[in-house]
């Protein structure tokens, strides 16, 4: 009899299962697929790797700038594809070996009870029951995948070599980042977006900036466009990054009454599930399909099985962030929303040209934007787009957890020569716009 069940290996499940480790519990861990679900195998990490080598590749090709010659530059997918691979299998054995003390079993779950689960014929009984069965990616009615020519973010990591023509349909975080992937490549890449802008979650600022830096790259964007209205012929490849749906199809008895919405799984604000003891975190919640968020949740729901004292999970500073070229990151509230807080919203603003570690780099192009609640009411959000944006936006995460105001960033020190002196830098001289 386990104190836990876990279904799904990804960073819900492999987190939650590790807090219940941590704190003593007898627990088992059940994959279907590899350890690292899909953030390991077909998300984050391989996503992040190719696109390390594609910067590396468009920094080589202006290297001259910064006097180092090169000759001969030339890509070689095979290496970069084998590269992408040990990073992800060095991080898997990573994973595995912390596995001690977690029953790990690599098989197909169906919960066939409050407390039961069946691997492979055999029952497996528990007193709790974490659903950490992520998402797979959504296919359109008029563009089924055929694995070939139309196909997933899946297949776009595991390509043959990289594709002569391109089209991305969908401008949000996924396309957008493979849009920009490719195209550094050497791919002529066309992203149709059918809402106004790409990126419709970020502020409408930082949508348009990435729009007109991703022209002068040569991609094409179509926004608030209809697919139907497009020609298909010249494309190699149609990458479909519309959506994800939720994991839970002939996961669950059906007499288990176990409330579904669509695919999600519907959790209460204790990411407990309609059933009382299972609960649910991760992608297939659908509230927020970020793997540091899935994560997060795994271990809010772990906590709340076992401790008197439950907590909410909290869905307000949940850090974004985007590997386009320049990056993107937000947290918190933006400034198209600020309007709506109750308080009276400041934005202070810092360009990346006055930055001296952005002249160094020669990457200058973008701004932070910080939003506080009033002079001198503590940050609320921020969105920026330039250089290291996804690590300088942990600054203003902390920021808005610590509960920071503009009057206690003036009075800190920040190291120069840094990107992060930025940060800083928007509350001392913008005075809030
Ligand atoms: P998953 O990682 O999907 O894991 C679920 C696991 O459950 C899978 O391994 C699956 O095989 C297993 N499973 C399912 N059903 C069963 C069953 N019945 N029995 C046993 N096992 C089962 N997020 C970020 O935060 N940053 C990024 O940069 C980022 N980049 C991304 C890039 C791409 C291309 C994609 C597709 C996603 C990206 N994401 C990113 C999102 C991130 O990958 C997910 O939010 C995260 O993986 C969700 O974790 P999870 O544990 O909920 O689910």
Same mark, same amino acid.
């Given at each position: 009899?386990?104190?836990?069940?876990?279904?799904?290996?990804?960073?819900?499940?492999?987190?939650?299962?590790?807090?219940?480790?941590?704190?003593?519990?007898?627990?088992?861990?059940?994959?279907?697929?590899?350890?690292?679900?899909?953030?390991?195998?077909?998300?984050?990490?391989?996503?992040?790797?190719?696109?390390?080598?594609?910067?590396?590749?468009?920094?080589?090709?202006?290297?001259?700038?910064?006097?180092?010659?090169?000759?001969?530059?030339?890509?070689?997918?095979?290496?970069?594809?084998?590269?992408?691979?040990?990073?992800?299998?060095?991080?898997?054995?990573?994973?595995?070996?912390?596995?001690?003390?977690?029953?790990?079993?690599?098989?197909?779950?169906?919960?066939?009870?409050?407390?039961?689960?069946?691997?492979?014929?055999?029952?497996?009984?528990?007193?709790?029951?974490?659903?950490?069965?992520?998402?797979?990616?959504?296919?359109?009615?008029?563009?089924?995948?055929?694995?070939?020519?139309?196909?997933?973010?899946?297949?776009?990591?595991?390509?043959?070599?990289?594709?002569?023509?391109?089209?991305? !349909?969908? %401008?949000? !975080?996924?396309?957008?980042?493979?849009?920009?992937?490719?195209?550094?490549?050497?791919?002529?890449?066309?992203?149709?977006?059918?809402?106004?802008?790409?990126?419709?979650?970020?502020?409408?600022?930082?949508?348009?900036?990435?729009?007109?830096?991703?022209?002068?790259?040569?991609?094409?964007?179509?926004?608030?466009?209809?697919?139907?209205?497009?020609?298909?012929?010249?494309?190699?490849?149609?990458?479909?990054?519309?959506?994800?749906?939720?994991?839970?199809?002939?996961?669950?008895?059906?007499?288990?009454?176990?409330?579904?919405?669509?695919?999600?799984?519907?959790?209460?604000?204790?990411?407990?599930?309609?059933?009382?003891?299972?609960?649910?975190?991760?992608?297939?919640?659908?509230?927020?399909?970020?793997?540091?968020?899935?994560?997060?949740?795994?271990?809010?729901?772990?906590?709340?099985?076992?401790?008197?004292?439950?907590?909410?999970?909290?869905?307000?500073?949940?850090?974004?962030?985007?590997?386009?070229?320049?990056?993107?990151?937000?947290?918190?509230?933006?400034?198209?929303?600020?309007?709506?807080?109750?308080?009276?919203?400041?934005?202070?603003?810092?360009?990346?040209?006055?930055?001296?570690?952005?002249?160094?780099?020669?990457?200058?192009?973008?701004?932070?934007?910080?939003?506080?609640?009033?002079?001198?009411?503590?940050?609320?959000?921020?969105?920026?787009? %330039?250089?290291?944006?996804?690590?300088?936006?942990?600054?203003?995460?902390?920021?808005?957890?610590?509960?920071?105001?503009? !009057?206690?960033?003036?009075?800190?020190?920040?190291?120069?020569?840094?990107?992060?002196?930025?940060?800083?830098?928007?509350?001392?001289?913008?005075?809030?716009?």
């Amino acid at each position: 009899m386990y104190d836990l069940a876990v279904i799904g290996a990804g960073w819900a499940g492999f987190n939650a299962a590790l807090r219940a480790k941590e704190l003593g519990l007898a627990v088992c861990l059940i994959e279907s697929r590899q350890i690292g679900g899909t953030c390991l195998n077909h998300g984050c990490i391989p996503t992040k790797a190719l696109i390390t080598c594609a910067k590396i590749f468009s920094l080589a090709k202006r290297s001259a700038d910064f006097g180092v010659e090169l000759d001969n530059l030339r890509l070689n997918w095979r290496l970069i594809q084998e590269r992408k691979n040990k990073v992800i299998r060095h991080l898997a054995q990573g994973m595995h070996s912390r596995m001690s003390g977690i029953n790990f079993i690599n098989s197909v779950a169906q919960i066939t009870g409050p407390g039961e689960i069946t691997v492979d014929g055999q029952v497996i009984r528990t007193k709790f029951i974490l659903i950490a069965t992520g998402s797979s990616p959504a296919e359109l009615p008029e563009l089924k995948f055929d694995q070939e020519r139309i196909i997933s973010s899946d297949q776009a990591l595991t390509l043959g070599q990289i594709p002569q023509s391109l089209l991305v !349909v969908g %401008g949000g !975080v996924i396309g957008c980042e493979f849009a920009g992937l490719f195209a550094t490549l050497g791919s002529r890449v066309t992203i149709i977006e059918k809402m106004p802008g790409l990126l419709p979650a970020e502020d409408k600022e930082v949508s348009r900036k990435i729009e007109s830096i991703f022209k002068k790259k040569g991609i094409q964007v179509y926004t608030g466009a209809d697919l139907s209205t497009l020609d298909l012929k010249p494309y190699d490849k149609i990458l479909v990054c519309t959506g994800r749906t939720p994991n839970s199809q002939g996961l669950a008895a059906q007499d288990l009454g176990l409330v579904l919405e669509g695919h999600k799984i519907i959790v209460d604000a204790y990411l407990k599930t309609s059933v009382g003891n299972i609960y649910a975190a991760g992608d297939c919640t659908a509230k927020s399909m970020l793997a540091h968020y899935a994560a997060y949740q795994g271990v809010v729901a772990v906590e709340n099985m076992f401790s008197g004292n439950k907590q909410a999970a909290d869905y307000s500073v949940v850090p974004v962030c985007i590997f386009t070229d320049p990056q993107i990151a937000s947290v918190g509230v933006k400034e198209n929303a600020a309007s709506v807080y109750p308080g009276q919203a400041k934005v202070y603003r810092f360009d990346f040209r006055a930055n001296a570690l952005a002249q160094i780099a020669d990457e200058t192009e973008g701004w932070i934007k910080i939003i506080t609640a009033g002079d001198n009411g503590p940050v609320i959000g921020a969105s920026i787009i %330039g250089p290291q944006a996804t690590e300088l936006i942990s600054v203003l995460s902390t920021a808005i957890n610590a509960g920071f105001t503009a !009057v206690q960033f003036r009075a800190m020190i920040f190291a120069h020569p840094t990107l992060a002196e930025g940060i800083q830098e928007a509350f001392k001289h913008s005075g809030g716009i």
